[in-house]
């Protein structure tokens, strides 16, 4: 269209001009510039085509098959912490987590559910925190990952604490597409269960982290829910009672590290 607005402006100006005569060089420099002018036009009609084609139908984002997320994982770590290993205490455990991340099957054919979230138990360093934070951007379920301490202490905030605090960790996370694989909603994953204390907020106690447990139980996010802790079954029971155990037993995959592996933080 501007092309055509382009070469009909400059018959205008030809016509009101019949009486100029121009040398063969003016001609020429004239109809030059027109032929650009025409070529500018079409290629920005191109690419605003192009742009909008992009904006009303994007990419598929990628989804990685076990191998891949397994790869992925390992370059995540490695920048987390560059002296992490793939050893014999973390490497069926990390296998088993790309199957998750990756929604591969084989996930089941051990016995656990890909419609649950991750509960990943194991003794003091033995690098639970690290390997959900590497796995924490994936393809399928990714996750924020957040200190249960910090939970805990958001709740006391003056300005953004209690009732704010609780819908906050009660639900998804906003997310930025580009930054998770095409998803804009992402999970979280609770750090260090057990090791938050009891809050309050202008008086009122609160055991936060059951609280959110019983909030996204009743909102069906168990797959967007995981957890790392030191606990056993029986400790969750004795911190948090039969009812959030009875509810995150429901919630997770429960996955253990050996009770033997070693504190690599040492």
């Known amino acids: 269209m501007q ?8 018959s205008q100006i030809t016509e009101n ?47 990685f098959t076990a191998q891949q997320t397994f790869e992925y994982f390992l370059t ?3 920048a987390l912490n560059k002296n992490f290993v793939i050893n014999d205490y973390n490497r069926s455990i990390i296998e088993l987590l790309s199957f998750y991340f990756s929604n591969d099957p084989k996930f089941e054919e051990s016995g656990f559910k890909l419609n649950k979230g991750i509960m990943l138990v194991g003794p003091v360093g033995c690098g639970k925190t690290t ?26 905030d003056k300005t953004n604490g209690g009732a704010i605090s609780i819908e906050k960790y009660s639900n998804l996370l906003a997310s930025y597409p ?6 804009d909603k992402i999970g979280y994953c609770f750090d260090d269960l057990g090791t938050e204390n009891i809050k309050k907020h202008f008086g009122n ?35 948090y009672g039969s009812r959030v155990r009875s509810r ?9 590290f050996d009770t033997n592996s070693p504190d690599f933080r040492v």
């Not at 580009?178 to 998803?183: D, I, K, L, R, S």
């Not at 009743?218 to 004795?238: C, V």
């Open 3 to 10: 092309a055509e607005q382009s070469l009909q402006s400059l």
């Open 17 to 63: 001009y019949n009486d100029v005569d121009l040398t063969e060089e003016e001609e020429k420099a004239a109809i030059s510039e027109a032929i650009k002018l025409a070529k500018k036009a079409k290629l920005n009609q191109i690419r605003s085509k192009e742009y909008w084609d992009r904006v009303n139908n994007p990419p598929e984002p990628p989804k």
């Open 76 to 78: 995540q770590a490695k």
């Open 131 to 156: 390997i959900m934070k590497a796995f924490g951007r994936n393809t399928t379920n990714s996750f924020a990952i957040v200190a249960c301490r910090k939970v805990s202490q958001d709740y006391t």
């Open 178 to 183: 580009q930054m998770n694989f095409g998803q």
């Open 205 to 239: 106690d609160m055991d936060v982290m059951a609280e959110i447990i019983y909030s996204r139980y009743d909102s069906g996010l168990a797959k967007q829910t995981h957890f790392t802790a030191n606990l056993t079954s029986t400790e969750i029971e004795d911190t």
């Open 248 to 256: 995150l037993r429901e919630m997770c995959n429960f996955i253990s």
